[in-house]
């Protein structure tokens, strides 16, 4: 008995230090954040342009090392998991929770739209603002295209290019092929190959939680600055209203109460993965942030890695509340002030159109805004009003992926706690901190 009461002393004080250390990690991310703000703001340019460079270096890291981590946890987690029962049920409590969520988010901005209704501009601003469309792109956005270039005819170029999209389609095919094949040396060997590459990309992901708040400094005193220069500015009052207040109300009530529903702590689960949300607002890319959010799933919430591994990906690619609300609100603002007739079953189907398109966007920046011209290019709506809506989509682009990677943490905490009981035998995480 006292041997079993030494033990769990030295439990208890382990896990003191362990919240004591996460404490002070978060304290040093707020810290920096806040810090960020100040400098960013009195308009130093030898200190703004020193920002840039290491946000840049920040965010070239984070699309460095996302990639390979989606294509390595897909991989190893259908591999261990594809001839399984947990396996369909995982993936199903995935959708499920991922078409809920962004139905209700584009819901939402449907409902606000009507409530507040945006008026039109005067054709001038919308005429001055085709001037900074950026057409180049336009060419090769059609929605035909966005979808045949998931489907890969090389095994290189889509991790090349970084289409989230393809990566996963090949990793997801490459899973599958080793959960199914014959139990050889072969493929053993080739899965411990795979598992000791996952293990090399957490230790680079431990390298950059470790660095991450010099990160966070740069890129708040990156944002600081813009606003300060005026880059950002609120051109479209209303239009804004509709977007950052669908986002609001579906980040703060609409997603706790989802997990409420499912018994678990709104608060609790936010704090966990308070690291990963951050990193989303300011890279602007959920996909980019994926290694933080894994790390913060695993080793802050304690999600089975036989989720998180499995879920998270997965969400990356095809859980956007933030884009479908984007897309639906935007077109709707666009269309009518093109002078098309918005009847209540145009909404409703161009609700249907958001929300299949968003499963469909790849969570990079800006990926909502060049979805959404390139629907309005598809229907014949003139783009100018897209070119008036650039200057303030930075912060629209930064408050979506916020809001995508925390409705990601909210699919995979519920899906965890759902399965808990089934998946209990499942291999603990291993520690990224």
């Not at 089975?304 to 956007?320: G, K």
């Not at 009847?343 to 790849?362: E, F, K, R, Y």
């Amino acid at each position: 008995m006292p041997q079993e009461n030494h033990v769990e002393a030295a439990a208890q004080e382990a896990l003191k230090k362990h919240q004591a250390h996460q404490k002070r990690q978060l304290v040093l991310w707020f810290g920096a954040l806040f810090l960020g703000a100040i400098l960013g703001w009195l308009g130093i340019q030898a200190l703004n342009d020193l920002f840039n460079f290491i946000a840049t270096v920040f965010t070239r890291l984070f699309q460095f090392i996302a990639v390979p981590t989606i294509a390595l946890a897909v991989i190893t987690t259908l591999a261990r998991l594809g001839a399984e029962k947990n396996t369909g049920k995982i993936f199903a409590h995935a959708v499920t929770y991922t078409l809920l969520t962004t139905v209700s988010a584009a819901a939402i901005g449907l409902v606000l739209y009507l409530w507040i209704a945006p008026g039109n501009l005067p054709a001038d601003v919308v005429g001055a603002g085709a001037a900074d469309v950026p057409m180049q792109k336009l060419g090769s956005l059609s929605y035909y295209d966005h979808f045949l270039s998931v489907i890969p005819n090389n095994l290189l170029q889509p991790f090349l290019a970084g289409n989230v999209l393809s990566v996963m389609i090949i990793a997801a095919a490459v899973g599958l092929a080793l959960a199914f094949m014959p139990k050889t040396e072969n493929r053993a060997a080739l899965l411990k190959v795979l598992l000791g590459g996952q293990e090399l990309l957490f230790t680079l992901i431990r390298a950059l939680l470790w660095a991450l708040p010099v990160g966070i400094l740069a890129f708040s005193a990156q944002l600081s600055a813009q606003i300060e220069a005026g880059v950002i500015v609120g051109a479209l009052g209303k239009y804004t209203t509709v977007v950052l207040g669908g986002n609001a109300i579906q980040f703060f009530l609409v997603l706790p109460l989802f997990l409420l529903a499912r018994g678990l702590n709104p608060v609790h689960v936010f704090k966990k993965m308070a690291p990963a949300l951050a990193v989303a607002l300011f890279t602007k890319s959920s996909a980019g942030t994926l290694p933080v959010t894994l790390a913060s799933a695993e080793t802050r919430l304690k999600v089975n890695t036989s989720v998180s591994r499995f879920v998270l990906p997965i969400c990356t690619t095809i859980n956007m509340n933030g884009c479908a609300a984007f897309i639906l609100v935007t077109s709707l603002f666009v269309m009518q002030n093109a002078g098309f007739e918005l009847s209540l079953g145009t909404m409703i189907t161009w609700l249907i159109v958001a929300v299949l398109a968003a499963v469909g966007n790849a969570g990079v920046p800006m990926g909502c805004y060049f979805l959404t011209l390139s629907l309005m290019s598809s229907v014949g709506a003139p783009l100018g009003l897209l070119g008036v809506i650039l200057p303030i989509y930075t912060i629209i682009d930064m408050i979506e992926t916020a809001e995508n990677v925390w409705s990601d943490s909210c699919v995979c905490a519920m899906t965890d706690h759902d399965l808990a009981d089934q998946l209990e035998d499942a291999k603990p995480a291993e520690s990224l901190s």
